[in-house]
């Protein structure tokens, strides 16, 4: 490779996850000569899509990895409902029809699918399984485009930009001690939310969030966001909107990955540090929930939780990292905890004493739930009466931020006077909040990173050989 | 958590790891590992050891897994899948102690086992009668001049059978750990492992370091397999024509020990080296440290074997056979001797492993 700062690339690609990868490879396609910029070393690269598993897209049809067609119509209703109607629903509803084809393309650059075999979250139909998970998915795209001729630069990380009104001219790129200074037609921001930069976290939520773990890399954080905010990019999205789950207590503090996640919500009841619960812990189904539960702690005291449950329902979800913590009584688990012996018991005789007989059925929302208890639980409520007892303590995990710049149809960053950027385009986190304006559906990440990515990478090189 | 019945440090690490694995589940296409896995929620010694003759070592889960070191979960399943493989040999060997001395000095064992037969069928001759194994034979019985049949029946039928009975009580052993199967499932397995269906890393072929992937291993492993059978059958042959048809060997190259021998000599002499080359390039961070012994010595054994036959092949009319036929009868001898304590257990003890997920599939563990 020669020297990077001595030349001028076609386009420059800031990130090298899911959305860096397809637009490096659709911009190499389409002609350009393409540099990407990660700033995490080799092993870590790939940001938070080294964690990911599954993508949502549309079609039409059953296919081997695919148990069903999913139209765009529904996958319209459900980006509809979870968002709350809080999405630009034209730029939504252009990313769902082009989601059709993403499946085939990716499957061009090398990434394989796998049947889905296991697992709670019932997503056989809607998305589609990485066979070996994102890293497996990763590995494929640096390897089509490596063999494609994009040059990828590990442990670079964008530290500044030279942009005049709206128009990109280089990056300031930290390579160990030193700055250099690299020069692109184009821009690609693809560098993910910045949900590892607590202090930014901190300026919406306060010191709470001292108290988030963050599931993904620790790269992401947000440094290229705020250079195009700076520089006049318009933002989009509720800054204090993100996609969070409940995850055990015990997690790292960074990139403890999927495997810290708890789904046995439903199966239990959820107290928080005063052993009171506080939401309905059976309002619907884990996967259309998972990712309400992680805003729901963090708005508790110390932002912590307990899922607490008894054997009768011990091996109704997915296992976890973390054994779960275990008494022979409400008292002893309330011990080990560092609960309110008294406060526990009443909870938990309180809730017992409102379960209604059901039937209890998992896959379906049952008849079992509770009369009287506020807050209630809807289904699947059964009562904790079966030692030993068990809880889990859980967390706000933070998946990844909405807040981003906006961007058109052709994933160009839109400017604050509403003009479209020169040549600047943006795809991924970092521009989810157009799609996102709050909640989550699982695989929607890896939609908005592929298909956004696919877009700017054309369009960035279509843009470079003008 | 439940690997307490033995402390081995590899079998407490394996059970760490299938924890992380179980509640990560991203590699459940890979192989039959963690299918295998994922039907439990805690797993005994014995489940550990399963899952690692299920293992292949292809790699694929490690490239791919998101924890793999430096991460601080520090997952590494092909290494010590390795180490718990290894190990079980050992466990389930029989007797146990025979197992301990292959253990860590395989290749010298079984050199020296070799060598010295070798040195005692060629003294032996030597010093009845040196022009015998100096001279040149030809025809019907030329080998039974260096050593008479019966002697050499003696020698190699008590070693067989000896290695026969040490297997069967290792399969024996290993299989108690299992439950019974149905017919079905040794089928499927048969299947599953004449086409070494999980050495495939996912579908792609190993992983080479670096990502890059191939089938290499794959194909060398089917010519040392297939070799090893076809040089079966040839002996199988052989004795049959011996006692059932009343002809002595050496046979005309044309002839269907020669040929069936010539063949899987072949696959032997090709498979192994390809297969130690292959092993060489791994990414050095999956391979279990420290266990070359046995493995090394059943793949040189297998090597010597076929090399030292064809060359009694070709120079079996010259002054050469009589050194060449004592050496190469010293090394099946110790072949024979390694076969249960060392790498070829690996083949029955994966079929097995594959009969018992076959059947766990169908019915549960
Ligand atoms: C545990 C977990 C599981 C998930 N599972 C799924 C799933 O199954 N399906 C799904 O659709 N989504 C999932 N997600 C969400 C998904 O990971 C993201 O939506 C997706 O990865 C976003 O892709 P991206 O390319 O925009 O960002 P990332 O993949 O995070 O990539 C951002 C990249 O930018 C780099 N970077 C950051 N700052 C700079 C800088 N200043 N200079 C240079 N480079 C920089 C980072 O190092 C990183 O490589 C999951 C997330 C987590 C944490
Ligand atoms: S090897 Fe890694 S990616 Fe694969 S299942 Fe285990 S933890 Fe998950
Ligand atoms: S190394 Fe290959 S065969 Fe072994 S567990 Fe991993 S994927 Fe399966």
Redesign the pocket.
């Given at each position: 490779m020669t020297d990077p700062s001595e030349r001028m690339y076609d386009a420059l690609i800031?990130?090298?996850?899911?959305?860096?990868m397809c637009a490096a490879i659709s911009a190499r396609r389409g002609g350009a000569s393409v540099l990407v910029?990660?700033?995490?070393p080799k092993f870590?690269?790939?940001?938070?899509?080294?964690?990911?598993?599954?993508?949502?897209c549309a079609h039409d049809s059953a296919t081997e990895t695919l148990t069903g067609p999913y139209t765009e119509a529904e996958f319209w209703t459900d980006l509809h409902q979870v968002t709350g109607g809080q999405t630009d629903e034209e730029l939504a509803k252009h990313m769902i029809a082009e989601s059709k084809e993403m499946l085939g393309w990716i499957v061009e650059q090398g990434v394989r699918f796998q049947p889905s075999l296991g697992g709670t979250l019932s997503l056989g139909r809607t998305n589609s399984f990485f066979l070996g998970g994102?890293r497996a998915m990763l590995n494929a795209l640096y390897r089509t485009a490596e063999s494609l001729g994009v040059e990828v630069l590990y442990d670079?990380?964008?530290?500044g930009a030279d942009i005049r009104d709206g128009m990109f001219l280089a990056a300031s790129v930290k390579r160990g001690s030193k700055i250099k200074r690299i020069r692109a037609k184009t821009l690609v921001a693809?560098?993910?939310g910045f949900e590892a930069n607590i202090d930014w976290l901190k300026q919406y939520w306060g010191d709470p969030a001292d108290n988030f773990l963050i599931?993904?890399?620790p790269?992401?954080?947000g440094?290229?966001l705020r250079i195009l905010l700076d520089a006049g990019a318009h933002p989009i999205g509720d800054p204090t909107q993100c996609?969070a789950v409940a995850i055990d207590a015990r997690a790292p503090k960074f990139d403890g990955?999927?495997i810290t996640r708890l789904d046995c919500v439903v199966f239990g009841i959820v107290v928080n540090k005063h052993a009171q619960r506080f939401d309905d812990e059976g309002a619907d189904f884990w996967p259309k929930r998972y990712a309400v539960w992680g805003r729901l702690v963090a708005a508790q005291p110390d932002q912590i939780a307990y899922i607490v449950f008894d054997k009768s329902a011990s091996t109704l979800f997915m296992p976890s990292l973390f054994p779960a913590i275990e008494g022979q009584t409400i008292a002893e688990l309330a011990a080990k905890l560092g609960l309110d012996t008294a406060a526990l018991e009443q909870t938990v005789a309180r809730f017992n004493a409102a379960v209604r007989p059901g039937t209890f059925d998992s896959t379906v929302l049952d008849d079992c739930r509770t009369e009287g208890l506020v807050p209630p639980k809807s289904h699947w409520a059964r009562a904790l009466a079966t030692p030993p007892f068990y809880a889990y303590p859980v967390r706000p995990g933070i998946?990844?931020t909405y807040l981003g710049t906006k961007v058109d149809k052709t994933a160009r960053i839109l400017m604050q006077d509403g003009k479209p950027s020169a040549n600047m385009f943006a795809?991924?986190?970092?521009m989810?909040g157009n799609v996102l304006g709050k909640g989550y559906a699982?695989?929607?990440?890896?939609?908005?990173?592929s298909v956004f990515?696919r877009i700017a990478g054309r369009e960035a090189a279509k843009r470079a050989s003008n | 958590m439940q690997a307490t019945e033995t402390t081995s440090p590899a079998l407490i690490e394996a059970d760490r790891l299938m924890v992380v694995c179980n509640s990560c589940r991203y590699c459940e296409g890979i192989c039959a590992v963690f299918p295998a896995m994922e039907m439990r929620r805690s797993f005994t010694a014995a489940d550990l050891r399963y899952f690692a003759n299920l293992c292949h070592g292809c790699g694929a889960c490690y490239d791919d897994c998101q924890f793999s070191p430096p991460h601080e979960f520090n997952v590494n399943v092909p290494k010590v899948m390795a180490q718990v493989r290894a190990e079980s040999y050992a466990h389930y060997a029989w007797p146990r102690a025979a197992a301990k001395i292959f253990e860590h000095n395989g290749l010298a064992v079984a050199l020296t086992a070799a060598l010295g037969v070798a040195a005692f069928v060629a003294g032996f001759v030597a010093w009845t009668d040196p022009s015998v194994l100096f001279g040149t034979h030809t025809g019907p019985g030329a080998f039974y001049r260096l050593m008479p049949h019966n002697a050499m029946v003696l020698l190699f039928g008590a070693a067989f059978s000896y290695a026969l009975l040490a297997l069967a009580m290792g399969l024996r052993n290993f299989w108690r750990d299992g439950k019974g199967a149905e017919a079905a499932a040794y089928a499927a397995a048969g299947h599953d492992a004449a086409t070494l269906r999980y050495l495939d890393g996912g579908g792609a072929g190993c992983q080479d370091g670096d990502g890059a992937e191939s089938d290499n291993r794959r194909l060398f492993h089917h010519l040392t397999l297939y070799g090893f059978l076809l040089c079966l059958a040839s002996t199988t042959t052989a004795t049959l024509y011996h006692y059932v048809l009343g002809r002595e060997a050496p046979y005309p190259w044309y002839d269907v020990p020669v040929v069936l021998g010539t063949l899987g000599g072949l696959g032997l002499l090709v498979g192994p080296i390809g297969l130690m080359r292959e092993k060489a390039k791994r990414d050095p961070a999956t391979k279990a440290t420290g266990l070359v012994g046995m493995e090394t010595a059943f793949v040189a054994m297998l090597f010597l074997t076929s090399l030292s036959g064809l060359a009694l092949l070709v120079l079996r009319e010259t002054p050469a056979m009589g050194l060449l036929l004592a050496f190469h009868l010293g090394v099946v001898f110790a072949l024979f001797l390694t076969l249960p304590y060392g790498k070829f257990v690996h083949g029955l003890y994966r079929y097995l492993a594959l009969v018992r997920y076959a059947q766990e599939r169908k019915s549960g563990p």
């Amino acid at each position: 490779m020669t020297d990077p700062s001595e030349r001028m690339y076609d386009a420059l690609i800031v990130g090298g996850g899911n959305a860096a990868m397809c637009a490096a490879i659709s911009a190499r396609r389409g002609g350009a000569s393409v540099l990407v910029l990660e700033a995490a070393p080799k092993f870590y690269r790939g940001g938070n899509t080294r964690h990911t598993r599954n993508m949502r897209c549309a079609h039409d049809s059953a296919t081997e990895t695919l148990t069903g067609p999913y139209t765009e119509a529904e996958f319209w209703t459900d980006l509809h409902q979870v968002t709350g109607g809080q999405t630009d629903e034209e730029l939504a509803k252009h990313m769902i029809a082009e989601s059709k084809e993403m499946l085939g393309w990716i499957v061009e650059q090398g990434v394989r699918f796998q049947p889905s075999l296991g697992g709670t979250l019932s997503l056989g139909r809607t998305n589609s399984f990485f066979l070996g998970g994102g890293r497996a998915m990763l590995n494929a795209l640096y390897r089509t485009a490596e063999s494609l001729g994009v040059e990828v630069l590990y442990d670079a990380e964008v530290v500044g930009a030279d942009i005049r009104d709206g128009m990109f001219l280089a990056a300031s790129v930290k390579r160990g001690s030193k700055i250099k200074r690299i020069r692109a037609k184009t821009l690609v921001a693809a560098a993910g939310g910045f949900e590892a930069n607590i202090d930014w976290l901190k300026q919406y939520w306060g010191d709470p969030a001292d108290n988030f773990l963050i599931r993904g890399t620790p790269y992401n954080r947000g440094t290229v966001l705020r250079i195009l905010l700076d520089a006049g990019a318009h933002p989009i999205g509720d800054p204090t909107q993100c996609h969070a789950v409940a995850i055990d207590a015990r997690a790292p503090k960074f990139d403890g990955g999927i495997i810290t996640r708890l789904d046995c919500v439903v199966f239990g009841i959820v107290v928080n540090k005063h052993a009171q619960r506080f939401d309905d812990e059976g309002a619907d189904f884990w996967p259309k929930r998972y990712a309400v539960w992680g805003r729901l702690v963090a708005a508790q005291p110390d932002q912590i939780a307990y899922i607490v449950f008894d054997k009768s329902a011990s091996t109704l979800f997915m296992p976890s990292l973390f054994p779960a913590i275990e008494g022979q009584t409400i008292a002893e688990l309330a011990a080990k905890l560092g609960l309110d012996t008294a406060a526990l018991e009443q909870t938990v005789a309180r809730f017992n004493a409102a379960v209604r007989p059901g039937t209890f059925d998992s896959t379906v929302l049952d008849d079992c739930r509770t009369e009287g208890l506020v807050p209630p639980k809807s289904h699947w409520a059964r009562a904790l009466a079966t030692p030993p007892f068990y809880a889990y303590p859980v967390r706000p995990g933070i998946t990844f931020t909405y807040l981003g710049t906006k961007v058109d149809k052709t994933a160009r960053i839109l400017m604050q006077d509403g003009k479209p950027s020169a040549n600047m385009f943006a795809a991924g986190e970092i521009m989810a909040g157009n799609v996102l304006g709050k909640g989550y559906a699982a695989g929607i990440g890896m939609t908005i990173g592929s298909v956004f990515g696919r877009i700017a990478g054309r369009e960035a090189a279509k843009r470079a050989s003008n | 958590m439940q690997a307490t019945e033995t402390t081995s440090p590899a079998l407490i690490e394996a059970d760490r790891l299938m924890v992380v694995c179980n509640s990560c589940r991203y590699c459940e296409g890979i192989c039959a590992v963690f299918p295998a896995m994922e039907m439990r929620r805690s797993f005994t010694a014995a489940d550990l050891r399963y899952f690692a003759n299920l293992c292949h070592g292809c790699g694929a889960c490690y490239d791919d897994c998101q924890f793999s070191p430096p991460h601080e979960f520090n997952v590494n399943v092909p290494k010590v899948m390795a180490q718990v493989r290894a190990e079980s040999y050992a466990h389930y060997a029989w007797p146990r102690a025979a197992a301990k001395i292959f253990e860590h000095n395989g290749l010298a064992v079984a050199l020296t086992a070799a060598l010295g037969v070798a040195a005692f069928v060629a003294g032996f001759v030597a010093w009845t009668d040196p022009s015998v194994l100096f001279g040149t034979h030809t025809g019907p019985g030329a080998f039974y001049r260096l050593m008479p049949h019966n002697a050499m029946v003696l020698l190699f039928g008590a070693a067989f059978s000896y290695a026969l009975l040490a297997l069967a009580m290792g399969l024996r052993n290993f299989w108690r750990d299992g439950k019974g199967a149905e017919a079905a499932a040794y089928a499927a397995a048969g299947h599953d492992a004449a086409t070494l269906r999980y050495l495939d890393g996912g579908g792609a072929g190993c992983q080479d370091g670096d990502g890059a992937e191939s089938d290499n291993r794959r194909l060398f492993h089917h010519l040392t397999l297939y070799g090893f059978l076809l040089c079966l059958a040839s002996t199988t042959t052989a004795t049959l024509y011996h006692y059932v048809l009343g002809r002595e060997a050496p046979y005309p190259w044309y002839d269907v020990p020669v040929v069936l021998g010539t063949l899987g000599g072949l696959g032997l002499l090709v498979g192994p080296i390809g297969l130690m080359r292959e092993k060489a390039k791994r990414d050095p961070a999956t391979k279990a440290t420290g266990l070359v012994g046995m493995e090394t010595a059943f793949v040189a054994m297998l090597f010597l074997t076929s090399l030292s036959g064809l060359a009694l092949l070709v120079l079996r009319e010259t002054p050469a056979m009589g050194l060449l036929l004592a050496f190469h009868l010293g090394v099946v001898f110790a072949l024979f001797l390694t076969l249960p304590y060392g790498k070829f257990v690996h083949g029955l003890y994966r079929y097995l492993a594959l009969v018992r997920y076959a059947q766990e599939r169908k019915s549960g563990p």
